[in-house]
Nanobody, 125 residues
Framework: HVQLVESGGGSVQAGGSLRLTCVAS????????MGWFRQAPGKEREGVGV????????VYADSVKGRFTISTDNARNTLYLQMNSLKPEDSAMYYC???????????????????WGQGTQVTVS
């Protein structure tokens, strides 16, 4: 049984903040590759950031560096994406994903790799 459930999306004004949550019902969460991805209408899914829950630092796409922060609460199998200084171009469906090491790069995680949640919508106006 594997399930990832995202929450925390919503509609905010440019410059605002949101925190997304991913509750991951997977084994060995504390040794997992966890990532956040997003997809806007008509565009390909793109990586936002990836973190190794076993102690690695998060790696982010250039478009979100300095604005987004990934963190993990391993005791609760929960991944977070803190999104600050939001821009209209950040509007997308945001997905949580899980895999196991070796972790791939933020831009090298295909949709058929690992496990994915159903997404949570973020709209920035």
């Amino acid at each position: 049984h594997v399930q990832l459930v995202e929450s925390g999306g919503g509609s905010v004004q440019a410059g605002g903040s949101l925190r997304l949550t991913c509750v991951a019902s997977i084994s060995a969460y504390s040794m997992a590759c966890m990532g956040w991805f997003r997809q806007a209408p008509g565009k390909e899914r793109e990586g936002v950031g990836v973190i190794y829950t076993g102690g690695g630092t998060a790696v982010y796409a250039d478009s979100v560096k300095g604005r987004f922060t990934i963190s993990t609460d391993n005791a609760r199998n929960t991944l977070y994406l803190q999104m600050n200084s939001l821009k209209p171009e950040d509007s997308a469906m945001y997905y949580c994903a899980a895999d196991y090491p070796p972790c791939v790069g933020v831009g090298d995680w295909p949709v058929d790799l690992g496990y994915w949640g159903q997404g949570t919508q973020v709209t920035v106006s």
